[in-house]
């Protein structure tokens, strides 16, 4: 749509058409099913660049069995299913120690761990999705520039490319991301912890097929995984996501490929042979972020702006993701008693629903960062510990499983 065609009001207006942004405008518009309830997502970069849109660009995400659910009610699955790669297998390994442990999807029950996606992929079916849905207005690009908010909901300065406007939203969902300019005038605060780390990620050519096992190798610079993604021009791809140290993160974007190559191999070793292509090389800063406030009056914090976790454990937008689908559960239920979406008693709802789901994955993923990237001796014996007990107690693992799933314990 254009600017021009904006109405003055709007039940829910979402701010950032990223990953979590459009899901949870597809799903709430696919639950209300009411054409006479308005929504309108607003994204700053245009379609045609998806590749410079923060959540689409040349990354890969690991979907857990409960993202593939959320999916599944959106009905979204059998189009997403035909570019995701299986995770049939998971190898934790520790770098030059003893232990290790193997999950996989014949011990755990299901058809598989969990599902790769390039974010590009995602981000094509996402907006295909938006594009043929009747229930959701997106107007891009645009961008949210001012926010107030007024007795019931929230007034917003919307800026085109040649003109802005203003209207108002009943419930303004913030899904612009971790570094959200609004969150910062509106006075949210937020707690970080720095981890002083980077994700290096690059997709990688090995000689041999990964036969849908994904591999986490914890090494004294961080953990090193490798996800399987479909094959491509007949190459055995996998996603490589690299956590290093700020001195390592120059040195390893600077160097040629024949010297990444030649580090990525001592630290992966030849599992799958020999690395034979390797593509851009990005580095992502990681820290772990929590916004001190995710509800107000007529405003919502979803996604990477409410709370940004390390990638290690691959919860971010999985969390994200059930955090939608609750969202979604909520506002439904309001429109059944006739409840404004912006009430306070419905967000409060929403929030006392996800805040433990959101504390413990923050946790587990911080814990995780901690334990694997650092080589203290108290550290690296319970590191060795906690490994073990993977690999013998089978009732353990398939906490830990389920936990990486995104699956409740
Ligand atoms: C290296 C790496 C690997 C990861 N791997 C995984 C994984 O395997 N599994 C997993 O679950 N998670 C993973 N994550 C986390 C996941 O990427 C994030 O959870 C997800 O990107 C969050 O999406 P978002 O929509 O909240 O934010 P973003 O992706 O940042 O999107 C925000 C959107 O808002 C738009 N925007 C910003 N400001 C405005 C404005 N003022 N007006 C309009 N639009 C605006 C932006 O253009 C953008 O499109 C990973 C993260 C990293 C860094």
Redesign the pocket.
């Given at each position: 749509m254009h600017i021009q065609d904006l109405a003055a009001q709007y039940d829910v207006v979402i701010?950032?058409?990223?990953?979590?942004?459009t899901t949870f405008a597809l799903n709430l518009a696919q639950q209300i099913d009411d054409c006479n309830y308005s929504i309108l997502v607003?994204?700053?970069?245009d379609s045609k660049n998806l590749d410079q849109?923060?959540?689409?660009d040349s990354?890969?995400?690991?979907?857990?069995f409960g993202?593939r659910q959320i999916f599944e009610d959106m009905n979204l699955w059998s189009t997403i299913k035909q570019v995701v790669e299986p995770i049939i297998e998971i190898q934790i390994s520790d770098r030059g120690h003893f232990g290790g442990t193997t999950l996989s999807n014949v011990e755990q029950g299901v058809e598989a761990l969990g599902y790769v996606i390039e974010?590009r992929e995602l981000g094509n079916v996402l907006r295909e999705a938006m594009q043929a849905s009747a229930g959701v207005n997106l107007l891009v690009p645009?961008?949210?520039?001012q926010m107030k908010p007024r007795q019931s909901g929230m007034e917003l300065t919307v800026a085109g490319s040649e003109r802005s406007t203003k209207l108002s939203a009943k419930l303004v969902v913030l899904?612009?991301?971790?570094?959200?300019?609004?969150r910062e005038t509106l006075g949210i605060g937020q707690s970080k912890t720095d981890y002083g780390q980077h994700?290096i990620?690059t997709n990688v050519a090995f000689e041999r097929p990964h036969s849908g096992v994904a591999f986490e190798r914890f090494t004294e610079s961080g953990p090193l995984a490798i996800?399987p993604l479909s094959d491509f021009q007949q190459s055995n791809r996998g996603a490589l996501?690299w956590t290093v140290s700020e001195s390592s993160r120059e040195e390893l974007l600077r160097c040629d490929e024949e010297t990444f190559r030649s580090v990525l191999t001592q630290r992966f070793g030849e599992r799958l042979g020999r690395i034979s292509q390797i593509g851009k090389r990005v580095a992502?800063p990681?820290s772990l972020i929590l916004a001190k406030e995710q509800v107000r009056p007529g405003l919502v914090l979803?996604?990477?702006?409410a709370h940004?976790?390390h990638?290690v454990a691959?919860?971010?937008?999985?969390?994200?993701l059930r955090d939608s689908a609750a969202l979604v559960r909520h506002l439904v239920r309001a429109k059944q008693q006739q409840i404004a979406p912006g009430e306070m008693k419905i967000l409060q709802a929403y929030q006392e629903s996800q805040i433990q789901d959101q504390l413990e994955s923050a946790l587990f993923t911080d814990q995780t960062v901690k334990l694997f990237s650092n080589n203290h001796l108290h550290l690296l014996a319970l590191r060795k510990l906690g490994l073990l007990s993977l690999e013998l107690l089978p009732s353990l693992r398939g906490r830990f499983a389920r936990s990486a799933m995104g699956l409740k314990t």
């Open positions: 701010v950032g058409g990223g990953m979590v942004g607003v994204e700053a970069v849109q923060p959540s689409f990354r890969s995400t690991a979907l857990s993202s974010n645009a961008s949210i520039t899904a612009d991301g971790g570094r959200s300019s609004i994700a990620i996800l996501v992502y990681l979803l996604g990477n702006v940004t976790l990638p691959g919860q971010g937008l999985n969390l994200s």
